[in-house]
């Protein structure tokens, strides 16, 4: 399984971060796990963001809940966040995950950095 | 939330060494504790799961212990692919969260 995270390095202040994750080595729709999104800040720990099933149901951070997207495309096999509103706090490494709905990550992306600057 | 917190926040050890580190929990999790390594420039790696389940491949050298809010993971020999940061989460209760981290270091 292989997880890799695309989408812009840069975003300015206010504007919307959006990021993809492409999966390979399994298909999302075969269901079992969960598909998720963390990030980690420059010199902080990890935080979880938001997860979803291959269903659609999906799973947010009630700190970040008002500002996040997540959504899935089995067809392209991928799984996708958007982040409204960002400011320079949003700037972090941010990895998509495969996880179990215990809540454990069993495969992690490279990550992005993603910073928010004008 | 729950509140994860990690101990030391960096250590530095010898290859060969015993290496033990120390997560807290804000409150009890039953054992709902997973640990990741990471080193730079690679994807984070699970290493155990419910506290001190093994996750298939990895070394036997690692090993998890603890219950209610206190927990370890031990690095029963440090071997040098092994220097890397540390991290524990929780996965009691919602939202799950992380420890600071714990950077290993060779002295």
């Known amino acids: 399984l292989q997880l890799q995270e695309s989408g812009p390095e840069l975003v300015k202040p206010s504007e919307t971060l959006s990021l993809t994750c492409t999966v390979s080595?399994?298909?999302?729709?075969?269901?079992?796990?969960?598909w998720g999104w963390l990030r980690q800040p420059p010199g902080k720990g990890l935080e979880w963001i938001a997860s979803?099933?291959?269903?659609?149901?999906?799973y947010y951070n009630p700190s970040l809940r008002s500002r996040v997207t997540i959504s899935v495309d089995t067809s392209k096999n991928h799984f996708s966040l958007k982040l409204s509103s960002v400011n320079a706090a949003d700037t972090a490494v941010y990895h998509c995950?495969?996880?179990?709905?215990?809540?454990?990550?069993?495969?992690w992306g490279l990550g992005t950095l993603v910073t928010v600057s004008s | 939330d729950i509140q994860m917190t990690q101990s030391p926040s960096s250590l530095s050890a010898s290859v060969g060494d015993r290496v033990t580190i120390t997560c807290r929990a804000s409150?009890?999790?039953?054992?709902?504790l997973a640990w990741y390594q990471h080193e730079p420039g690679k994807a984070p790696k699970l290493l155990l799961l419910?506290?001190?389940r093994l996750e298939s491949g990895v070394p036997s050298r690692f090993s998890g212990s603890g219950s209610g809010t206190d927990y370890t993971l031990t690095v029963s020999s440090l071997q040098p692919e092994d220097f890397a940061t540390y991290y524990c989460?929780?996965?009691?209760?919602?939202?799950?969260?992380f420890g600071q981290g714990t950077k290993v270091e060779i002295k």
């Open positions: 409150q009890g999790i039953s054992n709902s």
């Open positions: 080595g399994d298909s999302i729709s075969s269901g079992g796990y969960f």
């Open positions: 979803i099933y291959h269903s659609g149901n999906t």
């Open positions: 989460q929780q996965y009691y209760g919602s939202p799950q969260t």
């Open positions: 419910a506290a001190s």
């Open positions: 995950t495969r996880h179990y709905s215990s809540g454990w990550h069993k495969s």
